[in-house]
């Protein structure tokens, strides 16, 4: 067995972040390493955050540009829910401005003060084709067969309750044409603006804007399926912006979510949700709250699932604002393929007891109890009794914190990362996994501002692709694995910068060369054989002086010399084939600390 390794980190013994400093260009304050710092307990020096996406990206509403194309292939749990399988001929119009009771095509309709009920009982292929304003009045739908409802042009609003109710359990083929509008009231109980018992399939050219002022938005028993050509925005003050019990698909459209209470979710579901195309915003304003009847702290979150989350295409963008909020959690699993993601969180550690609260709790959370805290994070699978597993085999996939002990990528199980390009800027860890973590493809960037780039709490594999750390002084570390755990490197090109890399190596099957010395944000890194180059690196928005370096690569020989070209300076580094360890202060070994630290 080698020795122990240490690798590079930032050096940092003050607490300033470097929230207020994202994607404007100016400098941080200076940041030293304790003292009697050498080469492998980190060096001092001065840090600066520079521009780039990962710094300026934002997460905004947008409901007119055009839909993203590329989306992978539609899916739907039964082939009958794609609407070009079914018929439905048998029109049966109703002016919600001027509503009439009658009998047409079978199908029953009553009013009563503006309140329409269309029963069509078990007539089959019948169309309902909605349209007109009403400022109080509503609209239910009942029968024992699989229906359409058009709505063309129609705006709905119930004072009362809930404006579009389908009692059916059947099937609903919500086709939206022109534009519509939904709007709930607050007089009695109901569960949703739009509200369906049974499965609830969106296609159409149109648009749907639906405002939930009770509880959720739209909310389906069953299953809720999105498909490209729609332009769906959902506004919630109290509630979920889309809820649904067994699955969630986007299989395209233009869907804008705003959601803006406490503990509130964007899209929520009690199983499975999967993304396949369109453009999917959602933003969380909701602050954390305590849950009376789990008796444990509750965070927003834009997107969550009880179960597995999967995402395939498309774009995806979500920001949560509050105390403890989420972009993306999943309690199970979550599978990443493609698409392009972007993830903001930017509210700090949420605390409460059931008796008191704060927003931005600051203080030591070593003997709190699980349940009094929420903290932020970019993305979340797994929960404290389930051992998640993330793997990410593709796409396009940026997240960034800003808040106290807001966390960048989180695994409360394994993490696999096999290609794709994924890019961190955390507060706390900006990426962490409580057990095994395994790089063999992709490029990875992972910068922890207040904590340790990336983290394993498990073993950690680097099997291929390209890794670039950079963490945050003392004992927080660019590369951090549990002491009773180990790190094998057998492809991965790796670089950090900072202060030191805690954790023991297990083997490698290339040289590791350690040094010291300063990067630009932005700029390009190498090392090189001559006139082979072995590694090119492309440094995240961020510049460090008189950093400690590590460097490793395939083609990397212990005993041999290499060229490091860190922009305007080059040097010259002797690979090893394992690193003594130096400590310093701080934990030992830097990586006993369970997950989310």
């Given amino acids: 067995m080698l020795a122990a390794v240490v690798a590079a980190l930032i050096a940092c013994s003050t607490d300033d972040p470097f929230d207020s400093f994202y994607g404007n260009g100016n400098s941080v304050s200076e940041r030293t390493a304790p003292s009697g710092g050498d080469m492998m307990n980190g060096g001092s020096g001065s840090s600066t955050a520079g521009s780039g996406e990962l710094l300026s990206y934002q997460v905004t509403i947008d409901k007119t540009s055009s839909e993203p194309t590329g989306n992978t292939s539609a899916y739907y749990p039964e082939s009958t829910d794609d609407i070009s399988k079914q018929t439905f ?45 009403t400022a109080n009045g509503s609209l239910t739908i009942d029968g024992k067969t699989d229906f359409e409802v058009n709505l063309n042009n129609a705006d709905i609003t119930n004072p009362s309750s809930t404006a579009l109710d ?25 569960k949703g603006t739009l509200y369906s018992k049974g499965k609830l399939l969106v296609s159409g050219t149109g648009a749907l804007d639906v405002y939930g002022t009770y509880n959720n938005g739209i909310h389906s028993k069953s299953y809720v399926v999105i498909d490209k050509g729609v332009n769906l925005y959902v506004n919630t003050t109290v509630n979920h912006g889309i809820k649904a019990s067994d699955l969630v698909v986007i299989n395209g459209g233009i869907i804008n979510i705003e959601s803006s209470g406490a503990g509130a979710k964007g899209i929520n579901c009690e199983k499975d949700i999967v993304i396949n195309g369109g453009r999917t915003n959602v933003i969380c304003t909701g602050n954390g709250t305590w849950d009376t009847e789990d008796l444990e702290t509750k965070a927003a979150t834009c997107i969550k699932c009880d179960s597995i989350m999967t995402i395939k295409g498309g774009e995806v963008n979500v920001m949560a604002t509050g105390s403890g909020g989420k972009g993306l959690k999943a309690d199970w699993e979550a599978y990443i393929s493609g698409g392009k993601i972007r993830v903001i969180t930017t509210g700090n ?82 990426i962490n996994s409580s057990g095994d ?134 040097q010259s580094v002797t690979a090893l084939s394992s690193i003594s360890s130096g400590m310093g202060g701080g934990f030992p070994g830097g990586g006993n600390r369970p997950g989310g630290w």
Wanted: glycine letters at 16%; one cysteine or more; a negative charge.
């Fill in 89 to 133: 001929s048998k029109q049966v119009t109703i002016d919600m401005a001027n509503p009439v009771a009658k009998t047409e095509n079978g199908v029953e309709i009553t009013v009563e003060d503006g309140h329409i009920t269309a029963n069509h009982g078990s007539n089959e292929g019948i169309c309902y084709v909605v349209s007109g304003t």
């Fill in 166 to 190: 389908i009692e059916s359990k059947m099937a609903a083929y919500l086709v939206l044409t022109g534009s519509n509008k939904l709007t709930d009231g607050t007089a009695t109980d109901h």
């Fill in 349 to 430: 550690l949420y605390y409460s007891n059931g008796s008191s609260e704060s927003h931005n709790y600051t203080g030591n959370t070593d003997n709190l109890d699980d349940a009094y805290t929420s903290s932020p994070k970019g993305i979340k699978i797994g929960t404290k009794n389930v051992h998640g597993v993330l793997n990410i085999s593709g796409g396009d996939l940026m997240v960034r914190t800003t808040g106290n002990n807001g966390e960048g990528i989180e695994s409360k199980g394994t993490l696999d990362i096999t290609d794709g390009t994924v890019m961190v800027s955390a507060h706390d860890d900006a």
């Fill in 437 to 570: 973590l395994t790089i063999s493809g992709g490029t990875v960037v992972a910068v922890g501002t207040n904590n340790d780039g990336i983290d394993a709490n498990g073993n950690m594999y680097l099997k291929g692709g390209t890794l670039i750390a950079m963490g945050a002084g003392g004992a927080e570390a660019g590369i951090d694995i549990n002491e009773q755990k180990k790190l094998y490197i057998s492809g991965t090109k790796i670089f950090g910068i900072g202060g030191r890399m805690d954790g023991s190596l297990g083997s490698t099957t290339q040289g590791i060369a350690t040094t010291s010395g300063s990067v630009s944000a932005n700029s390009t890194v190498t090392v090189s054989n001559g006139s082979t180059t072995l590694a090119s690196f492309t440094m995240p928005p961020y510049s460090y002086t008189n950093g400690t370096i590590i460097v490793s690569a395939p083609g990397m020989e212990s005993g041999s010399n290499y060229t490091l070209s860190l922009g305007s300076a080059t």
